[in-house]
């Protein structure tokens, strides 16, 4: 990891959010985002285009192994509220944003990844397009050419990641305004 994470480097994103610490919100958003994962969506070639209100019509495209992209999306939803912390890879010590990659992708599918973003980003695998991002996919971002953070892909234009130190794992929009000015690609883990 670079030194710039362990800092709150994410000045457009809020600190917390707190509909999460509502009682039921995180199960509400999850019904949410599985009540489209039953039906038979077209991969889109496209890329996602701007509506009036400028948010992206996001592709639902399926994963290549459905049960583990479930699985991987129930675990990284299960974890919003998590504190962040700088090298932490538990759920009861924290994370930083590899840490929570690994963690889930290892507590799910006994899968060990690289652990930093930096090497998740060059880890095998193909890049994935934005128009053909699935559930389970890693996005990540950076300035400059350097990657410097990574989230899980959760479906919808939205990502599960432990984004910055004083915060928790949070769900946040692709499109939102850090984010899309930072997006550097994304990583396909499930073949």
């Not at 939803?77 to 963690?103: A, K, M, W």
Request: glycine share 12%; charged share 15%; net charge positive.
């Amino acid at each position: 990891m670079s030194a710039v994470m362990d800092t709150a480097h994410y000045p457009g994103s809020p600190a917390a959010a707190p509909t999460w610490r509502r009682p039921g919100a995180a199960l509400a958003l999850l019904a949410a985002l599985l009540a489209g994962c039953g039906g038979h969506d077209q991969v889109r070639r496209a890329p996602p285009q701007a509506s009036a209100a400028g948010s992206h019509a996001w592709p639902k495209n399926q994963p290549a192994d459905p049960a583990a992209a479930n699985a991987v999306l129930m675990r990284a939803i299960s974890l919003v509220g998590t504190p962040y912390r700088y090298g932490g890879n538990t759920p009861e010590g924290g994370f930083d944003c590899s840490g929570l990659v690994n963690y889930v992708y290892s507590d799910m599918l006994d899968l060990k990844l690289p652990r930093t973003s930096r090497a998740l980003a060059a880890y095998q695998g193909p890049r994935i397009a934005p128009e053909r991002l699935t559930t389970a996919d890693l996005v990540f971002f950076g300035s400059g050419g350097n990657v410097s953070h990574v989230g899980i892909y959760v479906g919808e234009g939205r990502f599960v990641h432990a984004p910055s130190s004083g915060g928790t794992v949070r769900l946040d929009r692709l499109d939102g305004p850090y984010w899309r000015d930072h997006y550097s690609g994304a990583k396909r883990v499930l073949h």
